[in-house]
Nanobody
Framework: VQLQASGGGLVQAGGSLRLSCAAS????????MAWFRQAPGKERESVAR????????YYADSVKGRFTISRDNAKNTVYLQMKSLKYEDTAVYYC???????????WGQGTLVTVSS
């Protein structure tokens, strides 16, 4: 599967953005989808993930209550709605897909989110 992330940009603290990740292929609904991020000088961290049918979601503590992950299997797209953005949310955001336990085999190219304080 090929992933194409979009929606990043510059936003003021307290603002909102919605990231999208479009997937190619006909098996999108078989993949667990996730968003990761990597801030300058920091390691990549998991932000959110969603199960194949969207029934279960997981969030990092740092974004819980502010970010929402969702998916539309008919459109082969996963979203990350980000609200109440903070300066520390500044990072390159990556979408990823896996159809085996634990290992994300497929990655998008990343989209930059910059939050100004």
């Amino acid at each position: 599967v090929q992933l194409q992330a979009s929606g990043g940009g510059l936003v003021q603290a307290g603002g909102s953005l919605r990231l999208s990740c479009a997937a190619s292929g006909r098996t999108f609904s078989s993949y667990v989808m996730a968003w990761f991020r990597q801030a300058p000088g920091k390691e990549r961290e998991s932000v959110a993930r969603i199960t194949q049918n969207g029934g279960e979601t997981y969030y990092a503590d740092s974004v819980k209550g502010r970010f929402t992950i969702s998916r539309d299997n008919a459109k082969n797209t996963v979203y990350l709605q980000m609200k109440s953005l903070k300066y520390e949310d500044t990072a390159v955001y990556y979408c990823a897909a896996r159809n085996t336990p634990l290992t994300y085999r497929y990655w998008g190219q990343g989209t930059l989110v910059t939050v100004s304080s």
